[in-house]
């Protein structure tokens, strides 16, 4: 299992900086909820750690059995191949390829392709609907099932750790649930280490062990569990309307 | 000769033709099709190819078959050299394919001058002993002709176009080129760095000139701008086999070989090139991403 810690991160595009000193820990096989609305940098954040944006300063530490590596100075395809794998925000499939070919891609690394027929038994045991569309091409399917196949491509990679940014985005109610329960269930039987953005805060506080809410590229408030972030005065008012 | 001989020996014919047709096609559909960089160049750099051959052959002795062979690891590094520039001084500054466009023509032209100014405008050939016979045979009482020197072109065109077909649909790589174009951001995440799948890819593409350039001077007398016949050829093909899609690229080269072919027997040589684009632009009527494109009108 696998912690990230996250410490004073400054990134922005160009002149524009976004985060200002922005830290997170992101304990071993935790879900951590990073919520916000729009705007606030959340997605920033999640592509600085996928190595996507490089940031200004600031360290982004992955801590695997001991081992300290530094993230903020990697590439992206050496951060997936330590074990981190994104579900982007908007899903990002390869809308002309088949569901299968997706997931094979996702599965690119070397550590991933030995594995790869028992990740794809376990996507498809995760994600029935899948299966049943295996050779359709991603880019014809619903939103849910594009977002399902986001989430079982990125668990191709047979990752340590999960960033997941918006899954709740474009879905049905009713799939929100089902998405969030799933991502929950992952942390629980795989081990795995998740950081979620999430503007849904009524979802993502179902599964989060605990949460962060950034406004403008400042963590406003940090919770230490998840009974902490259900019972702060500030979600309440603010994101929970009660 | 009958009209049913005349018209299956033209058949037959057409098929080998289709064969080479997909030789001189497919790294053009790897490079337009899958990558969209308007290699307009391709053709002509094929003819480079076979004026390579034409001095391994001339020179050395050696076998055009084999000299294409050898050729086509020299145009993967080739293809390596001319998509790194064209990526440091166009892609990277803006995705438009059209500026794209220009530095293709350009190159076009400067490797048209620099073969007039080393072959000058001469006709060359080369041998080996499948070139200038004919295998004949009859069969259910007609009398075919096939010229070795299109089955050889034929049999080599099909192992590697349908190799590499294979090898694209069914690799880690393969699916990585078919997905680059797609989103090259999403496939970074995926631990794959895009500019190296699209340089590896290119270069692919420009490998199989290599090959290409030794069936072409096996099949027909080269001069320097005989590249410029085949690029409606070319990419009358790639568009009606459907962006994207090899195995529509080979399909297509066949069509078009038939085609080509048949009209040519029956309405001399003249008309082929309209048959083609009457071909394609009725395909394009009915289906606008052709046989096989997989609905990305882009």
Redesign the interface.
């Known amino acids: 299992m696998v912690e990230l810690v996250i410490k004073d991160l400054v990134a922005g595009y160009g002149n524009v900086s976004v985060l200002h000193n922005v830290s997170i820990d992101v304990p071993e096989g935790n879900t951590v909820a990073l919520l916000g609305t729009n705007g606030n940098g959340k997605s920033t954040l999640m592509k600085c750690v996928a190595g996507l944006i490089k940031p200004t300063s600031g360290t982004i530490r992955l801590i695997d059995e001991g081992n300290e590596i530094d993230l903020a100075s990697c590439s992206p395809k050496e951060i997936v191949s330590h074990g981190i794998a994104m579900v982007p925000e908007g899903r990002r499939l390869f809308p002309l390829l088949t569901v299968e070919e997706n997931l094979y891609l996702g599965a690119y690394r070397k550590e991933a392709r030995d594995k790869i027929d028992e990740s794809m038994a376990f996507c498809f045991e995760l994600f029935p609907r899948l299966e049943e569309r295996r050779t359709q091409k991603a880019g014809s399917m619903s939103g849910g099932e594009q977002q399902m196949l986001a989430v079982a491509r990125a668990l191709m990679s047979a990752p340590k750790m999960l960033l997941i940014d918006e899954p709740s985005v474009g879905l049905a109610p009713i799939l929100v649930s089902q998405m969030i329960e799933k991502i929950g269930e992952l942390s629980s039987s795989r081990g795995l280490t998740i950081l979620m953005a999430e503007q849904n805060f009524n979802q993502a506080i179902k599964i989060a062990d605990r949460g962060y809410i950034i406004v403008h590229g400042e963590i406003a408030f940090a919770s230490k569990d998840a009974d902490d972030l259900r019972d702060n005065d500030m979600v309440k008012s603010y994101y929970l309307g009660t | 000769m009958e009209f049913t001989e005349l018209l299956l020996n033209a058949i037959v014919a057409g098929i080998l033709l289709g064969g080479f047709f997909a030789a001189l096609s497919i790294g053009l559909s790897i490079c337009f099709g899958l990558l969209d960089t308007v290699n307009i160049a391709h053709p002509t750099i094929i003819v480079g190819a076979a004026f390579c051959t034409f001095l391994l052959n001339d020179l050395l002795g050696i076998d055009p078959i084999l000299a294409g062979l050898i050729l086509t690891p020299v145009f993967f590094i080739l293809g390596l050299a001319i998509y790194s520039m064209y990526y440091q001084f166009f892609e990277k500054q803006s995705a438009e394919a059209l500026r794209g466009l220009a530095f293709f023509f350009g190159l076009l032209f400067i490797a048209e001058v620099l073969m007039i100014m080393a072959f000058g405008v001469d006709h060359r050939l080369v041998s080996a002993p499948y070139i200038g016979n004919s295998f004949t045979t009859a069969l259910a009482g007609m009398e075919f002709s096939i010229p070795y020197r299109l089955l050889a072109a034929f049999v080599v065109a099909s192992a590697m176009t349908v190799g590499l077909q294979v090898y694209l649909s069914k690799s880690?790589f393969g699916?990585?080129t078919?997905?680059v174009h797609?989103?090259g951001?999403?496939?970074?995440?995926?631990?794959?760095?895009p500019v190296m799948v699209k340089r590896i890819a290119f270069a692919l593409g420009l490998a199989t000139c290599g090959l290409a350039g030794a069936l072409m001077i096996i099949v027909i007398p080269i001069e320097p701008a005989v590249g410029r016949f085949f690029i409606g050829n070319v990419f009358a093909i790639v568009v009606l086999g459907g962006l994207?899609s090899i195995s529509g690229t080979l399909v297509a080269a066949f069509i078009l070989g038939i085609a080509e072919s048949v009209v040519s027997t029956f309405f001399g040589p003249s008309w082929a090139p309209a048959v083609s684009f009457a071909i394609l632009l009725g395909v394009l009527a009915f289906k606008p991403t052709g046989l096989f494109g997989?609905?990305?009108t882009r």
Do not use: K
């Open positions: 880690f699916r990585a078919s997905a797609q989103d951001m999403a496939l970074s995440l995926m631990g794959v760095d994207g997989s609905g990305d």
